[in-house]
């Protein structure tokens, strides 16, 4: 579906600009925030599981946009769709997640007397985070901003008996506010603020599955700040 709304955002883009109409609008930008989690790790061998406490973390991307505002619509609905938005984000690298451990003691042999502990690791990178939205002005410099988020996510385990390297595709909203700067030649700023909800994963390691950890639901806020050129 996702890919279905930006082809049409785009397909709108280009007739604009081909017809010489206004309402495209591209640009750039940078944002840091602070994002919240926890996870857990259970064994289905002995159905034990050990929960991590809610950590947080400060992460910064850099992206570009590309927006269409609804103008073209005929009529009054014109009027009203001249203040609304359809936009496409992505950010332009990949953002390194980091590398949670979780060290494993267990005693071995008569009365326990050999104890082997293990070390299992799950690290994660994000490869895209795409956001369709929608922005509607208030006024002619603030505006308020809605829409769904694809997060690319890949994870590799190394446990006690085997190591994975899994793909994930995370679905979240976002909803934030903003406002801009617009010169007369078109060249605008922004300065903006998000609030994130991702939904969690689980992973799974080894053939028969015995360990599994589960991120649960990622929660932040950001700050954003852009610069681009309406046509």
Known sequence: MKKIIIAILMSVG???????????????????????ASGSETNT????TQTSPT?????????????????????????IGSRISLGYDNIAHDLDLGTANNVRAESLGAGGAVVVTTNHSLNAEVTGFETVYATINITDWLYVKAGNVTVDLNTKFTGASSDSTKNHELDG???????????????????????????????????????????KDVSGQTGRISIGKAF
């Open 173 to 215: 909203t976002v909803m934030g506010f903003g406002v801009e700067k617009t010169s007369e030649n078109g060249m605008f700023f922004r300065l903006e603020y998000n609030d994130y909800e991702i939904d969690g994963k689980s992973v799974s390691s080894g053939t028969n599955s015995e360990y599994t950890s589960k991120l």
């Open 55 to 79: 950590r947080q973390s400060l992460f910064a991307t850099a992206g570009y946009f590309i927006e269409k505002d609804l103008a073209f619509l005929p009529g009054r609905l014109g009027g």
């Open 45 to 48: 061998a002995n159905d034990t």
């Open 14 to 36: 280009v007739f604009s600009m081909v017809s010489a109409e206004i309402g495209v609008k591209l640009g750039v930008s940078a944002q840091i925030g602070e994002m919240e």
